[in-house]
Each structure stands twice: as structure tokens, then as C-alpha cells.
């Protein structure tokens, strides 16, 4: 049973590009949500994505957008990228909507130059 | 406002002892709490979770305790293994359930042998 995956693992864009991130979730889950986490810090909110539709989101700007797929899976996009939006983006799914017991993916490490 | 906050950043124990990681919450309508165990190059891995109608729930090795008197969450590991060594991060869903989890800063486990 495969857990959460995300891809790519490393991406390096340079300031003002736009980046896409992906994510399937865990097997049999329908609600996923992303977290950014900055070194040393622990993950942020960013959005949660349940029927295709973002459910709640966090304290980021429009630059950050998502969709979520008929299949569950999931994108982050992030547009007009800055340096502070370097971090590791953490995919999590989940059942029915919440987010108890949530399951993380490893992320995916964006280094903006 | 909300927040999850850890005390001391750093634990250092020996192999074999005992482990306490301590985490403090602000948020006194906050239900529902959550231990992750993060190591490097993953993303935050469940450990065990507690309600706020518990005061102690235990898992294998791992007990947590919550007090609601004093806001204070504490994640004790019993017999330190050396693949105990990661960050640990205690999460809270806020009292709205909004659906997102809050993280803390994160505390480091270092296991010497």
C-alpha cells in the first residue's frame, strides 16, 4: 500500500518563475492538504483540498493555488516565486475531511535562487 | 491567537533512559492534539494523538499526557533507542476544526549511544 507521494523531490526555480507541485495521496484517502515548512520551523497550513474544492485555507497570498484531481491527487502551484518561498512543501492526506491522523508525504524541497 | 509552543529546542539523552518532550498550547478550546516525529529528509511521521477528554493515552513506548489546567502536552519515550533521533513537533486542530492542524517549532531528540 503505497503512502503519500510527492514529486518532484528537489526543484530549484529563480525568483518570479512559477513552480508546480504534485501529490497522490494515501490509498483509500480523499482530503489532502499542504504545509510549508521553513528550515528550522514547523509546517504551515497552506490549504486543504476535499471534492476538488479548497476547503480551509491559511494565512498565504493568491500566489499560492491548488487543485485537486476526480483521483484525489493534488497540485501546488506557486506563482511569481520569492526567495522566502524557499521551504519544503509537505503534501498530507486524510479521510472524509479531516485532519486527524494525517499522513505526510517526504515533500518536496524548492530552493528559489 | 492560537499557537503551539515547545520547550527547549534541543534534548540530549543517553541510550536506554527515558525521554520528556514538553509542549505548551495557548488555544484552551483546542480538542484535539498530536504527536509527529519527524526525521531528516521525511515528512512528519504519526506517533500517537490524544483527545482533550483524556489525560493519558499510550502507545508503544510512548505515552502522552495532557493537561488541560495548565495547557501543557508532554510526549514521554520509554527505553531511548538511537532511531528515536528526529525532531518531534506536538500539532493541535483548532477549536473551530477548521480542519488545519497548528504545528510547534519542533524540539530535537539526540540519542548517544
Known amino acids: 500500500d503505497a503512502g503519500v507521494t510527492q514529486s518532484p523531490t528537489h526543484l530549484i526555480k529563480t525568483r518570479g518563475q512559477q513552480v508546480t507541485l504534485r501529490c497522490s495521496p494515501k490509498s483509500g484517502h480523499d482530503t489532502v492538504s499542504w504545509y510549508q515548512q521553513a528550515l528550522g520551523q514547523g509546517p504551515q497550513f497552506i490549504f486543504q483540498y476535499y471534492e476538488e474544492e479548497e476547503r480551509q485555507r491559511g494565512n498565504f497570498p493568491d500566489r499560492f493555488s491548488g487543485h485537486q484531481f476526480p483521483n484525489y491527487s493534488s497540485e501546488l502551484n506557486v506563482n511569481a516565486l520569492l526567495l522566502g518561498d524557499s521551504a519544503l512543501y509537505l503534501c498530507a492526506s486524510s479521510l472524509t475531511g479531516t485532519n486527524e491522523k494525517l499522513f505526510f508525504g517526504s515533500g518536496t524541497q524548492l530552493s528559489v535562487l | 491567537g492560537e499557537s503551539v509552543g515547545l520547550h527547549l529546542p534541543t534534548l540530549s539523552v543517553q541510550e536506554g533512559d527515558n525521554s520528556i518532550i514538553n509542549c505548551a498550547y495557548s488555544?484552551?478550546?483546542?480538542?484535539?492534539f498530536i504527536w509527529y516525529k519527524q526525521e531528516s529528509g521525511k515528512g512528519p511521521q504519526f506517533i500517537i494523538d490524544i483527545r482533550s477528554n483524556m489525560d493519558k493515552r499510550q502507545g508503544q513506548r510512548v505515552t502522552v499526557l495532557l493537561n488541560k489546567t495548565v495547557k501543557h502536552l508532554s510526549l514521554q519515550i520509554a527505553a531511548t533507542q538511537p532511531g528515536d533521533s528526529a525532531v518531534y513537533f506536538c500539532?493541535?486542530?483548532?477549536?473551530?476544526?477548521?480542519?488545519?492542524?497548528?504545528f510547534g517549532q519542533g524540539t530535537t531528540l539526540q540519542v548517544k549511544p
Open positions: 500539532a493541535e486542530i483548532g477549536s473551530s476544526n477548521t480542519g488545519k492542524l497548528i
Open positions: 488555544n484552551s478550546a483546542s480538542d484535539y
